[in-house]
């Protein structure tokens, strides 16, 4: 079984990679393959509610960033984390773009798959950022892995994170957890429902 994680900073090699990396450690000694996969520095578009992926389902129409290259890997995975830094209390608004269109453009590919988020912050927010990041997931049928504690680790300078001891201990329990959920579930993803949606609004 595979784990397709997002480092949402871009800083490629710093606190959130090495929450990251804490993780797929663990998840190796599970015997669970863990892939990586940074979103850069460079611009990234947001969506634009074309819906044209409604009518072409698989892609996002914008193939000009990083979001077609990092969704199309989740075809293949069994799980997914997303990490990222705390900004301004959110997550990195770059990853929040990339986040929105994956799940628009390639829903099939994430639906009813176990998921986890990870914030990393210097001071605060980082729960705000946390919740932001795991409101899709539930969107999408898609099993929050927990921990210990909040999937939170705390570091202003590249490496300080390790030096979050009780941060590095809930990425090792969050490693152990989501191998259980694989482990037991065989990797198959949650069924979800198998009644035709039937969505609404409150304007009458």
Same mark, same amino acid.
């Given at each position: 079984?595979?784990v397709?994680?997002?480092n ?19 998840l ?10 940074w ?14 992926c409604?009518?072409?389902?698989g ?16 075809n293949?995975?069994?799980?997914l ?6 900004? *301004? &209390?959110?997550?990195? @608004?770059?990853l929040?773009?990339? !986040?929105?269109? /994956?799940?628009?453009s390639?829903g099939?590919a ?6 986890a988020a990870?914030?990393?912050c210097?001071?605060g927010?980082?729960?705000a ?6 409101m899709?997931?539930?969107m ?13 680790? *705390? &570091?202003?300078?590249? @490496?300080?994170?390790?030096?979050? !001891?009780?941060? /590095?201990?809930?990425m090792?329990?969050l490693?152990?957890?989501m191998?259980?959920l ?5 990797g ?17």
């Amino acid at each position: 079984m595979k784990v397709l994680m997002i480092n949402g900073s871009p800083r490629q090699t710093g606190n959130t990679s090495i929450a990251l990396k804490q993780l797929a450690e663990h998840l190796e000694k599970h015997g669970i393959e863990s892939e990586i996969v940074w979103i850069g520095n460079k611009p990234v578009r947001g969506c634009v509610a074309c819906r044209t992926c409604k009518e072409n389902p698989g892609a996002c129409v914008f193939d000009d960033d990083v979001c077609n290259r990092i969704s199309t890997r989740m075809n293949d995975a069994d799980a997914l984390v997303i990490g990222s830094p705390v900004y *301004y &209390g959110q997550p990195n @608004g770059a990853l929040l773009a990339i !986040v929105q269109r /994956m799940f628009s453009s390639n829903g099939a590919a994430f639906h009813g798959k176990p998921a986890a988020a990870v914030a990393v912050c210097r001071r605060g927010g980082a729960t705000a950022a946390f919740q932001a990041l795991n409101m899709p997931f539930q969107m999408m049928n898609m099993p929050v892995v927990t921990s210990q504690y909040w999937n939170i680790v *705390y &570091g202003r300078e590249p @490496g300080q994170a390790t030096l979050d !001891v009780e941060g /590095m201990q809930t990425m090792r329990t969050l490693a152990n957890n989501m191998a259980a959920l694989l482990e037991a579930t065989g990797g198959k993803p949650m069924p979800g429902t198998d009644e035709p949606w039937e969505p609404m609004h409150f304007i009458r």
